[in-house]
């Protein structure tokens, strides 16, 4: 295992090792648990949205599925972090940006609009996926499997499915 | 929430975000390549993680200092979602967390992803009142916990699984079979 710091110039091989940011995320994940709440990224896209309808449409607020939910919480704090982890970790490393990621380009070509189409599309089902379980790979996966939750581990094990199966059809099979 | 606890929440944000994106967490190649089940790092950060966070949670709860927020288990609802989850991720290449990281990477793809995912959360969230009474109460077991089905006490379970998850990763190669990702510079694919 070797640590390849400030040396890559490819923006998707990792600079640390894998049970480094196991353990990190591990951590983080207790912590949180001790001082607030779990780890959990997606509800935040609804709440983002809920405060975007909510301007336009006012009756809306009172969607009970972000009612009172508007305002900055835990999961809008998290988010943000992210953002600012992953911008702060880019420019440390001093990360080359990247337009289309490079197993796409080799199995779908560089046309810009179509890769865009697909992950604004992937994005959407992902997503709408997630608030219909009641969370994402940090909600569900890492924080509710750490919990023992039961809904946890039936989400984890469905997404495995179809994600699998999905990649294989996408990227394994054949071109006729 | 007092706005100490949510400065902690950004610091925390801001950890891991960094950390997802110095793993390669936030990569589509190392997402997709995991799906592929072709390269097995992205996997192997998810078994440390939980056999971390699984040994931590519990032993933070067992000494009643824990916040859980255990999800219910609405089984049609969550098997539902998290199948369009799966496919939504295949194709997006970044789970909801990753693509706000990627996207902070300046990696354009990610910030379609998010985009999309901002109108997918919002969709459900006008849809939730008629969805709730089809996919979300009917087959609602409520907050249940493994460990209370199974008969037996978190640590227990906590243990057993922490130690699993532990020795699964280690034992795990980084990668399966041929080297399927070629290593293109990102000049090649921002030649577009």
């Known amino acids: 295992m070797t640590l390849t710091w400030w040396k890559t110039r490819d923006p998707e091989e990792p600079l640390i090792p894998w049970w480094v940011a196991g353990v990190v995320i591990g951590l983080l994940l207790t912590f949180a648990v001790a001082i607030a709440a779990p780890i959990g990224m997606s509800s935040e896209f609804a709440y983002t949205g809920g405060r975007i309808v909510s301007l336009l449409v006012p009756q809306e607020a009172n969607n009970p599925y972000w009612q009172g939910k508007l305002g900055i919480g835990w999961e809008t704090m998290l988010v943000l972090g992210a953002f600012l982890g992953g911008a702060l970790a880019a420019w440390l490393v001093r990360k080359p940006s990247l337009d289309i990621p490079s197993l796409w380009a080799e199995r779908f070509g560089t046309d810009r609009r179509k890769r865009y189409l697909i992950a604004f599309f992937g994005g959407f089902v992902m997503l709408f996926g997630a608030r219909l379980a009641g969370g994402c790979t940090s909600g569900h996966m890492i924080s509710g499997v750490s919990q023992l939750a039961l809904s946890s581990f039936v989400f984890a094990v469905t997404i495995f499915l179809t994600g699998v199966l999905t990649a294989k059809a996408l990227y394994d099979r054949r071109r006729a | ?192």
């Open chain 2, 1 to 192: 929430m007092d706005i100490k606890t949510l400065l902690w929440g950004l610091l925390l944000g801001t950890a891991f975000g960094a950390t997802l994106s110095l793993s390669g967490a936030a990569s589509h190649r190392m997402i997709v390549n995991a799906l592929r089940l072709k390269d097995l790092r992205l996997l192997k950060i998810i078994l440390t993680a939980l056999a971390v966070g699984t040994l931590g949670v519990t032993l933070l709860d067992t000494a009643g200092m824990a916040h859980l927020k255990i999800k219910p288990a609405y089984l049609l609802g969550v098997a539902l979602g998290g199948a369009l989850f799966g496919i939504g991720f295949a194709l997006a290449g970044y789970c909801p967390g990753t693509c706000v990281v990627a996207t902070a990477e300046r990696k354009k793809d990610a910030f379609f992803v998010l985009l999309g995912g901002l109108l997918g959360a919002t969709t459900f969230g006008l849809l939730y009142p008629i969805l709730k009474p089809v996919l979300i109460d009917p087959f609602n077991f409520g907050e249940v916990r493994l460990p209370n089905l199974l008969g037996i006490s978190p640590l227990t379970m906590a243990l057993v699984l922490s130690a699993s998850l532990l020795a699964l990763a280690w034992l795990l190669p980084d990668r399966v079979g041929e080297r399927t990702s070629a290593v293109s510079s990102p000049e090649a694919t921002k030649a577009a």
